[in-house]
DNA sequence: AATGAATGAGTCTTCATTCAT
DNA sequence: GATGAATGAAGACTCATTCAT
């Protein structure tokens, strides 16, 4: 491994253990096994090192996107996105949150938008199939309708999983999003 | 004015020129005419200033909703909403930026609840009011709907005004979006 | 109870509590249950509580030497004396420490050696009764010895109980003390 | 010499000239010559000092014991104890002071007892040979009487030399000591 | 006499950054 | 490239003291 990335592993662990803000280069490079100054000889600071972290989260949930959202059937893709945003965000629950707390901190939001697009096009892809099957309505724009169903699932998973109040019945709700999703799209 | 509402006014100015993590108690007290160990008195730290700032973005929104969203018909209803959550959001763009990155910092994660109940609350009201009409179809929970509604505006404002790529059409992905709740709530 | 006897009170908790450099005036008002003010009208400075608080030790000392200390036999009277000084400290271990470490801070030395002189009188005339029983040896100066054997009681009663090892036999030094003062005074 | 000598040789002559509590890191620093943080790589706090000034101490007195108090005979041996504890003490008035003072408030009351322990285990020694010349009686425990020696002759220093009422006439003081140590370890 | 909110000077403490090795 | 001791500017925070009520 090299020391790029040795430091990358370190700052979401640290970041993860401490939050951003009282994470020190000094804690990263402890655990990175590595000298103070040679921090410096890779990242001009703490906060360049977060592209690199949600580059990682999102190809986690695209992987498991082609590994689990693959019915042919709208209903069906519907549900299973949901249930993988939500698996995701539930797993990575913190490394969410950072990610978030972190891009508002950085000028990194170009690199943002360039890192999700991927995820854009998936879904834009999915959307396609589905209106070719008859299953889905025409849209005008449909990278747009990409980015709300994203933003939609997103802000459930949010609500539910890193601002939980713990009264909000996780299935229930899911349930009511689905379906919401589902006259949303459909035909 | 008591010293409290003082101190919250001046570190929005505060944070919105300078960033949450650079902003200082100092340049806080400074601008609020107080002493430095008076800030200390009111609040025990720079981020548990956040809620109280939450707290007047959202009686802005309540507010607005209260003037321009108050059509009887759900398909204008939902524009004007729409709407209100855009000019919101773009209007106070770096006060919203900085109440995610404040709240991703703070442990007030409850307080944060609390302080959107009222708004869910509002919406809630419309939608019983639009099954009353006969506009809006049945849900089995529709508090979960109303934070599904918001969720889904909200994070379109936040790609389109927050992490705008410049790419992205304003007035076409509104139009979807508004289309797109429509379809998911009607009858 | 008037303020000041509640203030002193306050003071001697607090401090066994936090010890004297930690804890503040604000500690000690808010435990007295007055005004942060009011401390200023009965002391200028948290130091200058301490005579009182040294004042309290030695009436304690002096009680118990009055009720326990009284044999004519010089033997008895120096193990009950031994006793008496070393159940004190014990007991009131922390608030030994707390007038050991306050007097070198403050200024009130003199106070200190005013506070102590009704002990060393009590020893004098112990000895000047063993004199005159022929028990005790003739002194040129029976107030040094007074001190003398007051500073030896005290001193072995601090490495017992205030900067105890742990590896020290109470029972085994307190009886080569008895032995050390019997035959260092007795005729 | 290194940092750690000169912070603690720094801390010393702020501590004599400030005193403890009112002694800043920041005096020590500018003493010592080097920066603000440099001083946290070394020691925690302020009091976290003491134990290397304690142990500098008890070296001067050690050093001047074998110097000074060598004589065989246990009657000049006791009196030149005596002197060095005395004169140390005297010379190291405001050192001492702040010893107590400042062990008073540390938590390292164990170390304090390892830096005393060549002390007592000197006294032992010579105890033990003046019992092998028959001067000196057989004790049970001849590190309790070591340790009753040194706290009986510092009590009397520092009744002496630091609570000094000035009424007190030190060599008639002396004096009485050193007979009443006489007596009470001979044979 | 009593109050307690307000003060702000004074410290402690942190930590990004440097640079001689 | 790598190191890590040293730096010192910068901020957080405390708390004795005041004073209008």
Redesign the pocket.
């Known amino acids: 491994m090299d020391?790029k990335e040795k430091i990358t592993k370190a700052a979401i662990e640290t970041f993860l253990e401490k939050g951003i803000t009282?994470a020190?280069?000094?804690d990263i490079v402890k655990k990175a096994g590595?000298?103070?100054?040679?921090f410096?000889?890779y990242f001009p600071?703490?906060l360049d090192v977060m592209p690199s972290i949600a580059q990682e989260m999102l190809q986690v949930i695209l992987a498991s996107l082609d590994e689990k959202a693959n019915s042919t059937d709208m209903d069906e893709l519907i549900e299973q996105m949901v249930d993988v945003v939500f698996d995701v965000t539930r797993e990575y629950r913190e490394l969410s949150k950072l990610i978030y707390a972190g891009l508002a901190q950085t000028t990194h939001i170009q690199e943002w938008e360039n890192i999700y697009d991927p995820l854009y096009d998936w879904i834009e892809d999915k959307l396609h199939q589905g209106q070719e099957n008859g299953q889905v309505r025409k849209f005008k724009n449909s990278k747009s309708i990409a980015k709300i169903i994203i933003g939609t699932i997103e802000s459930s998973a949010e609500q539910l999983f890193l601002y939980n109040d713990n009264h909000m019945q996780v299935n229930e709700h899911k349930n009511e999003l689905v379906q919401f999703l589902r006259i949303a799209i459909k035909k």
């Not at 590595?34 to 040679?38: D, S, V």
Request: proline fraction near 0%; aromatic fraction near 8%.
């Open positions: 020391k009282k020190t280069i000094s590595i000298a103070q100054g040679t410096y000889l600071s703490k």
